[in-house]
């Protein structure tokens, strides 16, 4: 272009300015990952293969019937998708999204976007699909047993943790599985990535179960990859909450298995600790120093003490009584979701235009399944409950304690020599500093509807009695006097953080029951609310300012969503 301007005696100073940009800082970009749910590949497959007029469709199909229909498939040049076929808008979307792939790895090489996540991932056909789907649109050659596309299963609930070693070991033992794994690294050994979700698995299990699980995903996953010969990547899915695998960066790679780094992770990072973390130069350079330490550290030294056989044992007592005591109150519980529905700004969260995503799976649905795990700890987070961090820890505790009065002394130890241990507790501990009953408990008298007083009433006292029984016994274990006082500055910034948001929560619970009042009431124009001062406000000016308290909260306590 400058070149074309300097023949006809023109100039264009933008140009020139990129020029001198692009010489000095180099021009890089970012690749891309592609994600996408499980169930979305195995919908297309079905119709395709019903248009097809397969004798028996793929939905129809058992694990392993697809499991041979999809090998076979894989390993054939014929194309399988009719160009002429019309397809429902979300199969034909799934199948342009390969489409956009192939032609972005075309314009702009294999690096662009070569990795594809696939959320939800809950057996071997799930990975299948999509390299049929990826093979349809040319990302997969059957001659030469090659792929462009790196697939990565997404291993989320407590369940799939579990099944995740015995999914990648079925994969592994298929020949054209491993080649086309060799293919995408020649010159090493073949490299799988493995994202495992700390979201889906906290809200299902609560906080000890969801890490303990994926701490046992990651050490068989790591084992099962050496008896292959194959080298493993771990992605790590972490929010910025600690209900979301959140926290402290250093001490969480720190405490991941030994052995089962070897130079190697992934992380993500939410958008919300961006600015905290990389909006500097000197900022980013130090994040990036902290983790890269963490990797090398947690690499070069071996400490086996996660093969300690009694301290598993120990761990799996304490992960399944965590886990039993957590959704005896959050999926037993009828009134639960109706409690959180109102005592929470969860209805409003979803109106923010902060996300890329729907705060629900399935719109209108209002079950917990069909909420996403980011909003559910938001909501929480916005009330001063902060649940999903530290809920059934204390009953898991307190059971341990009871059973044998040794292991009080045991946990001491623990906390002191087992950094996987160390990091749940002080994880547990900075959450506990960030919950205020009294202001949890305003949220659940002022929002809670009078038909159902009663039972919020005993919801709130259940987890009332559970704060009180994790924060004695995690200031027990820790030997602390108050929370945090092994990190006097965190404990100052948490303080003072804390003092200064009080008046928002007061501010948004007014603003929540003046709006939600308006929503029952008939529709009006706009609708319009009285103030003290005799001012009316319409549903729209109530509802910027209860996301503006939304978003002061949130900056206030940071590592929220």
């Known amino acids: 272009m400058r070149d074309s301007l300097d023949a006809t005696g023109l100039s264009c100073k933008p140009i020139l300015t990129l020029l001198s940009q692009v010489h000095i ?51 054939t040049r014929r194309p399988l998708a009719p160009a002429s076929a019309r397809w429902s808008a979300a199969s034909g979307e799934t199948f342009a999204v390969f489409r956009m792939l192939k032609r972005l790895q075309q314009e702009f090489g294999p690096r662009i976007c070569g990795t594809y996540v696939i959320s939800m991932n809950h057996t071997v056909s799930d990975i299948l699909e999509v390299l049929l789907l990826a093979k349809e649109a040319g990302l997969v050659d059957p001659k030469l047993v090659s792929s462009d596309l790196l697939v990565v299963p997404l291993f989320e609930t407590v369940e799939d943790l579990q099944r995740a070693p015995a999914v990648m070991e079925r994969l592994f033992a298929e020949p054209f ?26 809200k299902d299990s609560g906080f000890l179960s969801s890490n303990w699980e994926i701490h046992r995903a990651q050490i068989a996953l790591q084992r099962l990859a050496t008896d292959h010969g194959v080298a493993l990547r771990i992605f790590h899915g972490r929010g910025g909450s600690v209900g979301r695998g959140g926290g402290p960066a250093y001490q969480a ?34 994040n990036l120093e902290t983790v890269t330490t963490a990797v090398l550290q947690n690499s070069l030294v071996s400490t086996h003490l996660d093969d300690t056989p009694s301290w598993n044992e120990l761990m799996g007592r304490l992960a399944a009584r965590s886990r039993t005591h957590y959704r005896a109150l959050v999926h037993d519980n009828p009134d639960l979701v109706e409690f959180f529905q109102q005592v929470t700004p969860i209805e409003e969260i979803s109106k923010l235009q902060i996300s890329s995503r729907p705060a629900r799976r399935k719109s209108g649905a209002k079950d917990l399944s069909s909420l996403r795990a ?16 530290w809920y059934g820890v204390g009953a898991a505790l307190q059971e341990e304690v009871e059973r044998d009065g040794e292991q009080e002394e045991l946990l001491r130890l623990l906390y002191q020599r087992w950094p996987f241990f160390r990091m749940l507790i002080s994880k547990v501990e900075m959450t506990l500093s960030k919950v205020d009953l009294d202001l949890a408990h305003h949220y659940v008298q002022a929002l809670g509807r009078p038909s159902h007083r009663e039972s919020f009433e005993q919801i709130f006292e ?33 303080d003072l953080r804390n003092r200064t948001i009080i008046p928002l929560g007061f501010l948004q619970v007014a603003l929540l029951r003046r709006l939600r009042d308006q929503n029952r009431q008939p529709p009006m124009s706009e609708g319009a609310s009285p103030s003290a001062d005799g001012r009316t406000y319409s549903r729209s000016e109530l509802l910027r300012g209860a996301l503006l308290t939304i978003n002061g909260i949130a900056a206030g306590l940071r590592n929220t969503g």
């Open 177 to 202: 599985y491993r080649q086309l794994l060799a293919s995408s690294s020649p010159a090493e050994l073949p490299l799988q990535e493995v994202m495992l979700g700390y979201s889906d698995s906290n």
């Open 253 to 286: 790679i720190l405490a991941q298995p030994s052995g089962t780094l070897n130079g190697r992770i992934k992380i993500t990072e939410q958008g919300e600790v961006l600015a905290s973390k990389y909006s500097l130069p000197e900022l980013a350079l130090y």
């Open 374 to 389: 980011i909003p559910w700890v938001f909501g929480w987070t916005q009330s001063r409950f902060l649940l999903p961090s």
């Open 462 to 494: 259940a987890i009332a009695a559970e704060y009180v029984l994790t924060r004695d016994l995690v200031l027990t274990i820790t030997g602390h006097r108050r929370l945090l006082d092994g990190d006097p500055a965190l404990q100052l910034s948490v």
């Open 25 to 75: 800082f180099g021009f890089t970009l970012a690749s891309l990952d592609i994600r996408q749910e499980s169930t979305r590949h195995c919908e297309a497959l079905d119709e395709l293969t019903r248009y097809l007029l397969l004798p028996k469709p793929y939905g129809e199909l058992e694990e392993e019937e697809r499991i041979g229909w999809l090998l076979q498939e894989l390993q």
